[in-house]
């Protein structure tokens, strides 16, 4: 396994990881060292580290053209699509996890942001067409999946609920409808291992139904 | 104190530190020579800077794939339990003439990874030859061309203009 690393990256934040939560990193991590590379796409993460060779041009490795690599819409692929972009969904309720009847609830979920740190995460309860702004537990860390949550009283209905982050750089999580006119619309049964469409980082809607059960979609 | 002092004095200072630190260490590994480390630079650029010596042939590369490779990549590399080599109408979008820019990228990981049960026991010729019959199979280059250092990085894929960068101010 080999991949190309820009020298921006090794000098930002990159760094060789020995030790995790105070003891050595797991075999199943990449004992007994790891490339680390914050924000960046989890195989680029490389594993049971062996090797640094300073090069002048990507190599193109078989795991950064073959794969990891993604058809837009028109004839270009593209490639070297380094950072996970900024995403959030709700946990709490969420498929699994039904509500017992009307009442006061809280929405809850987890954003993040390769970019750096979460900015705001708004939550809507009509499938979009108001919001409002949820509290960020602390420490608001850069790179780091970030809890949000909104106290919310539920009337029984079924309701469309979504979370929609920021982060500090500016970005914004996008629609289905904003991805897909950048991207252009996927294809029909597409099964989930095909990664056609990887960086999916889009809004999530979750219906609750007047049962309390949550279900995953379109919205 | 002269400039000469302070600039001794820092190295012996920086001395000082490396070794302790080298002592409250991981204390991982250990030197590697010349020689040992030729097994392990494997990286094959574009240009083909370090490929080894060999040569290989489709018809040769057919041998050895149906010994070695055909069990998981299936007939003629249509895919099977695993990834297509070759053009697999309906069956895989994915395919190498479409996302492999260099040939070059097929003798890197190749030689690595492959097979996925022994990898790096092929030789140098098998690399090329397996790499020649890929490259055949997805109709880049002719039944009788031979691959070397020398042929490889000059063969165009078809695809090799149809990447973008996504953020090219990343890099």
Known sequence: M?????????????????????????????????????????????????????????VMAINETMQYTYRVAGPKIWQFFFPMEVKSFITHPSPGLTLKGPGFYEISGLAYSGNGRIGKVMVSADGGRSWAQAALDAPLLSKALTRFRMPWRWDGQPVLLQSRAWDEAGNVQPTRAEMFAERGEPKVNVPVTAFPMGHMNVVTTWAVDNKGEAKHVYG | ????????????????????????????????????????????????????????????????????CEVCHGKDGEGGRNAALANAPGKSARTMALYVPNATTIF???????????????????????TAYILARNKVIGEDEVMNAETLPKVLMPNRNGFVSRYPEKH
């Open chain 2, 1 to 68: 104190m002269s400039m000469g002092k302070r600039f001794a004095l820092a190295v012996a200072v920086a001395l000082v530190a490396s070794a302790a630190s080298a002592a409250d260490g991981p204390g991982l590994g250990k030197p590697i020579n010349e020689t040992d480390l030729v097994l392990w630079d494997l990286s094959i650029g574009p240009d083909g800077k370090g490929l080894p010596h060999g040569s290989g042939t489709p018809a040769q590369g057919a041998v050895i794939y149906a010994q070695k």
């Open chain 2, 108 to 130: 890197d990981f190749t030689r690595r990874a492959m097979p996925w049960p022994q990898p790096k026991s092929l030789t140098n010729d098998e690399v090329y030859a397996l």
């Open chain 1, 2 to 58: 080999n991949r190309s690393i820009p020298i921006a990256k090794a000098l930002d934040d990159a760094m060789i990881a020995l030790y995790q939560n105070g003891e050595r990193i797991n075999p199943a991590q990449g004992y007994p060292m790891r490339l680390l590379v914050p924000g960046y796409e989890g195989n680029m993460n490389v594993k049971w580290l062996h090797r640094i060779k300073l090069i002048e041009e990507p």
